[in-house]
């Protein structure tokens, strides 16, 4: 891990303050009386974990939008697909404690009148088998996805369309009620998590702690491919995707790779998110959803992967303090400046106008010094 953050002062601030916030901050929740001011409710550490989970989302979009070229209008529904096997998992693990009492099915399929469970959710009441499931079907599917969308040499706005319109289809799928997925109402009344209580306050700190991690990880992996040659062909790819194709390199094989690695990373973060808000339903899957990752990337600065995570956590906050009391309906107004402003005047982002502005007093500096020569030490 050294060497791969080696050289970068922001991926090495982010990597520790992840690994001190995974700690510090479920320590002050657990450790902590209520009556200190320290301490952090159990309601706020879930808040802040459905943060994370957002950061994990915003950072599987900047892999393949900032530097492989790729504006995916689609990623919420991967983030919701994560969040359904997730949630289908936490479903079975119900029981006879459901509102019907039934020991295999859940209460909606009670309420609908079904006889049997669906073959689909059969081994969900295996943790591993659902969380082998959060990584393979975000994945398969933007493989398959990738695999015709980039064979047939589908970019720019017009592959942001179909990804937009991918999840608009599953949106709507996923509210029939025969589709066995809760419909409108979706998947909730969670009780436990391999075997502990959802609302217990060790059970959120513990997750807490897994989003931190799980975006430690996904930035490391992200980090490593960018760092790699493989991140220098994604960037020609994105740069001049006609010029990398004429060179020989097998353009479509390496953007069904990074889309369908940044899928499974978004899947992870639907996930975490799924037991810290307690529900998952048809509505995670909204198109406006995949926008506004799309604003989050572009706030904290595209193409650098810090700033995805940072303008993620940002816009979040904001519209958490947006959406409360009076300014509740003008957060759309102020979500939309915000991204007009950011475009006009911070083109780079937050975290790119900042290396920016620091590359140039490197620069300046360091040709002052060249001019100059080097500073004279006094004589002993």
């Known amino acids: 891990?050294?060497?791969?953050?080696?050289?970068?002062?922001?991926?090495?601030?982010?990597?520790?303050?992840?690994?001190?916030?995974?700690v510090l901050v479920p320590a002050l929740s657990?450790?902590?009386?209520?009556?200190?001011?320290?301490?952090?409710?159990?309601?706020?550490?879930?808040?802040?974990?459905?943060?994370?989970?957002?950061?994990?989302?915003?950072?599987?979009?900047?892999?393949?939008?900032?530097?492989?070229?790729?504006l995916s209008l689609g990623h919420g529904a991967f983030f919701a697909l994560g969040g359904y096997a997730m949630g289908m998992y936490l479903m079975r693990q119900i029981g006879t404690?459901?509102?019907?009492?039934?020991?295999?099915?859940p209460d909606f399929m009670v309420f609908l009148n079904w006889s049997e469970l669906p073959w689909f959710w059969y081994?969900?009441?295996?943790?591993?088998?659902?969380?082998?499931?959060?990584?393979?079907?975000p994945g398969v599917l933007a493989f398959v996805f990738g695999w015709f969308a980039f064979r047939s040499r589908v970019t720019g706005v017009y592959l942001s369309i179909i990804t937009q319109a991918m999840t608009y289809a599953l949106m709507l799928a996923f509210f029939r009620n025969e589709m066995g997925f809760g419909g409108n109402?979706?998947?909730?009344?969670?009780?436990?998590?391999?075997?502990?209580?959802?609302?217990?306050?060790?059970?959120r700190a513990a997750?807490?702690?897994?989003?931190?991690?799980?975006?430690?990880?996904g930035f490391l992996v992200a980090k490593g491919i960018v760092a790699s040659r493989l991140g220098k062909v994604l960037v020609s790819i994105r740069?001049?995707?006609?010029?990398?194709?004429?060179?020989?390199?097998?353009?479509?094989?390496?953007?069904?790779?990074?889309?369908?690695?940044?899928?499974?990373?978004?899947?992870?973060?639907?996930?975490?998110?799924?037991?810290?808000?307690?529900?998952?339903?048809?509505?995670?899957?909204?198109?406006?959803?995949?926008?506004?990752?799309?604003?989050?990337?572009?706030v904290g600065g595209r193409g650098t992967l810090v700033g995805a995570a940072v303008g993620a956590v940002l816009v979040n906050y904001a519209k958490t303090i947006f959406t409360t009391g009076t300014l509740a309906p003008y957060w759309l107004f102020v979500l939309g400046g915000l991204f007009i402003f950011v475009t006009i005047f911070l083109p780079r982002g937050i975290v790119g106008t900042l290396q920016d502005f620091f590359a140039r007093r490197r620069a300046v500096s360091n040709a002052a010094v060249q001019a100059n020569g080097p500073v004279p030490q006094p004589a002993e």
């Open 123 to 137: 081994g969900f009441d295996r943790a591993w088998f659902a969380f082998l499931m959060v990584l393979l079907v």
């Open 97 to 105: 404690r459901g509102v019907y009492a039934h020991p295999v099915l």
């Open 239 to 298: 740069d001049a995707e006609s010029r990398t194709r004429f060179l020989g390199y097998r353009v479509e094989n390496y953007k069904t790779f990074v889309f369908t690695v940044s899928a499974v990373m978004a899947g992870v973060a639907g996930a975490l998110y799924v037991p810290q808000v307690g529900i998952i339903n048809p509505s995670e899957f909204a198109p406006a959803n995949s926008i506004e990752v799309v604003i989050w990337t572009a």
């Open 30 to 70: 657990l450790l902590t009386p209520p009556t200190s001011p320290f301490h952090i409710p159990a309601s706020t550490l879930s808040l802040y974990g459905k943060y994370l989970c957002y950061a994990l989302l915003a950072l599987s979009l900047d892999l393949v939008w900032g530097y492989c070229g790729i």
């Open 1 to 22: 891990m050294r060497a791969l953050l080696s050289g970068d002062a922001y991926a090495k601030w982010f990597v520790g303050i992840l690994l001190a916030t995974a």
């Open 207 to 217: 997750l807490f702690s897994a989003s931190a991690l799980a975006l430690l990880l």
């Open 185 to 203: 109402n979706g998947l909730t009344d969670f009780k436990d998590i391999l075997g502990f209580p959802v609302q217990a306050e060790g059970t």
